[in-house]
């Protein structure tokens, strides 16, 4: 039996969202109840599927999140936080390859950073043990002396997943943390 963590994607995006596209997307998206309309036909989901393919769907996504708590909610409902999370990680996994662009990460990390500030996500995520990985990959992957507002973001995220009762901080206590600490002590120079 294979575990939750190591399963495979089910793609439900097909085709790459073009500029024209999007564009149209953002228009239409600006009457609430074409948003909530879209959030409940599954729209969120496949633009986050989405960004398997291109990123440009992230903007959409940030501004839907950003205008309506309630889409936070839905988000969370989908487990489209933990896509994104998961994302991050398969996209930036081999450092001399293909990463994700740093603007995308950062708004990634902002999505991920203002949904952690929801008590119901902080503690879905903060019992994951990919969030510490997440970690590790995102700092692997990037010049930390170059990009301190992600870094900046990185750190408020998973700050804010160690707050309240969430599990996280009890097991980052538990677990072999050398590695964890040299990222920590190589930010910090």
Known sequence: MESKNSRKRKAICFHELTDEDAEKLIETLKDKNILYYFNVSSGLKILVDSLYISTRALPIIHDALEKDPKLKTDFQRDHLYEALIDLMQAMNKNVE??????????????????????????????????????????????????NKMLVASLLSFISN?????????????????????????QIMD
């Open 161 to 185: 997943l160690c707050y309240g009762q969430g599990k996280l901080k009890q097991m980052l206590a538990r677990e072999d943390m050398s590695e964890f600490y040299a990222s920590i002590m």
């Open 97 to 146: 390859g293909k990463t994700l662009g740093y603007p995308d990460m950062l708004t990634i990390l902002q999505i991920l950073e203002a949904g952690s500030l929801n008590e119901e996500v902080r503690n879905n995520l903060s019992d994951k043990k990919k969030i510490k990985d997440l970690f590790l990959v995102v700092i692997r992957s990037i010049e930390i002396h170059k």
